[in-house]
């Protein structure tokens, strides 16, 4: 009886471990799953293409519509090693995909701003930067909720925007532009996240029904897509 419980009880385990949230399982590794965002993904292919690729980024919009998946995406291309030149479309395969897709990767540094508001962490982000990247092509720091820094902070991270080391890149995504400092405004090239809208997301939707093998009536779908209110998440 001892043994058959126990083996009950790893089969469990194993089924919770391997069950991943919708939100995170249908996350989009490239710019072309990212939905609704057209705009963004224009420009920064032509900035790629034109080797005018910014030092700092800046992205802002409602919860959901893909900030901090954008931001993971172009640190990727930035730092895909397939090719010669950083690209837009990252192969997924190369070594330093497969550590940014793991979250291992040492030159792509993600900080949530909201559990390091102080001016130490900002200082300690600093140091680093000056340090050249050890396998990708660029220093690239993801700095998520980036408006709750302190005004210590973001004073200690204004010297860095304002010369940057040539190896080094800022992606800042917020929900609250408002509260970041008009000279750190300056220093980025700004993006606004548009709500992602109800054709695309009821589109969006039923390509993961049909995925995930599960029926729902289209009623439901649109009270869903209605309330989500432009957010994918």
């Known amino acids: ?7 009950s009880n790893d089969s469990n385990k194993t089924d919770v471990s391997s069950y991943k949230v919708l939100a995170r399982k249908y ?8 939905i609704g965002q057209d705009f963004l993904v224009r420009i920064i292919s032509n900035a790629f293409k034109r080797d005018r690729i910014a030092h700092a980024f800046l992205f802002t919009g409602v919860r959901g519509v ?5 931001a993971r995406i172009i640190a990727k291309g930035m730092n895909c090693i397939n090719d010669n030149i950083p690209t837009v479309s990252p192969c997924g395969k190369c070594d330093s995909c ?6 291992r990767h040492v030159d ?3 900080i949530d701003a909201a559990s390091h508001t102080g001016v130490d962490d900002m200082r300690e982000l600093t140091e680093g930067v000056r340090y050249k990247p050890a396998v990708g092509r660029y220093r690239i720091y993801i700095i998520d909720e980036v408006h709750m820094l302190s005004s210590a902070a973001f004073n200690a991270l204004l010297k860095t925007l304002e010369e940057p080391p040539p190896h080094s890149k800022f992606i800042f995504c917020t929900t ?7 000279t750190v405004l300056s220093r980025c090239q700004r993006f606004d996240l548009r709500r992602v809208s109800d054709e695309i997301l009821l589109s969006h939707l039923n390509k993961i029904i049909e995925k995930e093998k599960v029926s729902i009536e289209e009623d439901s779908l649109k009270i869903i897509v209605h309330s989500s209110d432009g957010s994918v998440r």
């Open 27 to 34: 996350r989009p590794k490239t710019f072309d799953d990212l």
């Open 1 to 7: 009886m001892t043994s058959q419980k126990s083996l």
């Open 98 to 103: 497969e550590a940014a897709a793991n979250d």
């Open 176 to 182: 609250e532009v408002r509260k970041i400092p008009i």
């Open 66 to 70: 893909g900030k901090t998946t954008a």
């Open 108 to 110: 792509i540094i993600e």
